[in-house]
């Protein structure tokens, strides 16, 4: 997609003939060299690297599915790593949007970038993953450009490029200063032959693989926190009150300890998992439970106080007391906001949210079709509050 070469050839052509020319680009497709038979003279190439070394500290895999399992083989891979720094691809903004909505309605630490994002909005998307507040990018290639993070573990592929050239640009993006990542391609049943003209062009041999099961998930997340409880500085503070928490716990077995820590340290999370990865459904599909009554409700919190979906979640279930699962579609606005949430909870969250102020700003929560009246009217600013009680 040239889409900018227009304005080169008018820039370009009113340039002196007298002049040095210097062509950088990420890849060399035939448009871009076209521009340097046509504005260079006998030009040299030079490569930071050849495509095999460019390669090597990436494992190319692809993982055979159709396009609507995908977002649930994602959620496999994304539960079975819990140190897991991704940049996914998608084909179009809406892709990139509905998946990064739909990740972060879940409890992922996700977000997109587009075209449809102005620069602002851009920015602030790419501080939270370059500061890893973030841990899933979902992308398109045009929006991609220029993106420079280090340290990504994984690039996941929601379809084979267009252009077999950009899969290079796109798996660059990990295996970086001597690290190793992983480039995982999620293909089509019919798109095989597309694979294989990828590895002949390329030169690069990818690895099939089965998404993690969801014992396996489940497995890695418990691991992953009992070596992090290893690591923990324990202050001596905790001193005094040892004797009566031995005594409160010496009828546990070890194992008994055990298994309350990490149910206790995974909580809901062990519920998603086994939503996600024990489903009868083929291809272990996350579908909303339809014996679930959702209402949907409003809420003055949007964009202005938190920076996405997923600090919008947690912020309402941390203060609610609810379950992530509880929630449901969560459509975030600049000032307000409206969420879905499991009607036999609806008293809880007006309980607990009566009376509470955000920033010095009441905060009310109330059904969707009374909210529309009054978004935006009403509140005056206060000097800030701990969000909370009055």
């Known amino acids: 997609n040239m889409g ?26 035939e448009e871009v060299r076209r521009i340097a038979r046509d504005y260079m003279t006998e030009p040299l190439e ?7 070394e460019a390669h090597a500290d990436i494992d190319h895999r692809f993982v055979v599915t159709r396009p609507k399992e995908r977002p649930g083989v994602l959620k496999q891979f994304l539960d079975a790593d819990p140190n897991i720094f991704a940049l996914v691809f998608t084909r179009t903004r809406k892709d990139a949007q509905d998946l990064a909505d739909e990740l972060t309605r879940e409890g992922y630490s996700a977000d997109a970038i587009h075209g449809d994002l102005n ?50 640009h796109r798996s660059g993006r990990t295996g970086r200063a001597g690290s190793k990542g992983q480039s995982i391609v999620l293909v089509h049943p019919n798109d095989r032959t597309v694979l294989r003209q990828l590895e002949k062009k390329q030169k690069l041999r990818f690895e099939p693989i089965e998404a993690p099961s969801g014992e396996e998930a489940l497995r890695r997340q418990m691991i992953a ?15 005094p009150y040892m004797p009566e928490l031995l005594a409160e716990l010496e009828d546990l077995s070890r194992a008994d300890l055990v298994k309350r820590v990490a149910a206790s340290a995974l909580g809901d999370r062990l519920d998603l998992l086994r939503r996600q990865h024990h489903s009868p459904e083929k291809g272990n599909k996350v579908k909303r439970d ?11 919190i949007g964009k ?17 007391g609810l379950p992530g699962s509880a929630i449901g579609r969560i459509d975030l606005q600049d000032k307000h906001s409206y969420f879905e949430v499991d009607e036999q ?46």
């Open 4 to 29: 900018f070469k227009e304005e080169i050839d008018d820039i370009l052509s009113s340039t002196s003939d007298e002049k040095l020319t210097w062509l950088f680009s990420a890849t060399m497709p």
């Open 46 to 52: 030079l490569r930071a690297g050849s495509p095999q």
């Open 119 to 168: 620069q602002r909005q851009r920015d602030r998307v790419m501080d939270q993953f370059r500061s890893r507040r973030l841990k899933v990018l979902v992308a398109t290639d045009v929006a991609a450009r220029g993106i420079d993070v280090q340290d990504i573990t994984h690039v996941f592929h929601f379809n084979i490029p267009d252009d077999l050239a950009f899969y290079t």
């Open 225 to 239: 926190h009992i070596r992090g409880l290893r690591k923990l500085e324990v202050n001596g503070e905790l001193e």
């Open 290 to 300: 339809p014996s679930v009554k959702w209402v949907r409700q409003f809420v003055n």
């Open 304 to 320: 202005m106080d938190v920076a996405d979906k997923g600090a919008f979640l947690s912020l309402i279930c941390d203060h609610s």
């Open 345 to 390: 909870y609806r008293r809880q969250l007006a309980e607990q949210f009566n009376d509470s102020y955000l920033d010095g700003r009441q905060i009310r929560v109330n059904a969707a079709d009374l909210g529309k009246k009054k978004v935006g009217k009403g509140f005056k600013k206060e000097k800030k509050k701990q969000f909370g009680k009055k």
